[in-house]
């Protein structure tokens, strides 16, 4: 890898870290202002007043103040489904990016070791080349002093 590719895939690990920490601080925000809505809302339901002592118009409250907590209820879920969908969506397309990236530095790491490895093989393939001549000159060298003996 390259000096340019390794400052690249760096940002690019940074980037995508810090895209993954967005998409969790927005997801958890959006979550419990949802929770706080959803509960402000149940609240101003229980404690609003009963406009009669009357058993029947109490009754009949109670049954309208239940309708409107399921009907509520019912429609917090939908958007609190629609919101998981969607956020795992982002997470999914997130995490697509970040396979991407993995593959891209996996095979830059193995285009440097196999780099790295040819560059061995070239300089031990060189110095035995350079060893043989040694000893072929080493081997001349005492053959021409015990001929000259």
Sequence with gaps: MSRKETTDATSSYVELSSQAYGLFVDAYAS????????????????SRPYASTAVETTVRENFDRANQVVTLTISELQASGSKVAETAEKFATHNAKVQDSVS??????VNTGI???????DTTQQQFEDMSKRVDEIQTRAMAAVSQN
């Excluded at 202002?33 to 149940?42: E, H, I, N």
């Excluded at 891209?104 to 790491?109: T, W």
């Design 31 to 46: 979550a419990n202002q949802r929770a706080l809505g959803y509960w402000k809302s149940l609240w101003e339901i229980a």
């Design 104 to 109: 891209l530095a996996f095979r830059g790491a």
């Design 115 to 121: 780099s790295n490895m040819n560059f061995v093989k």
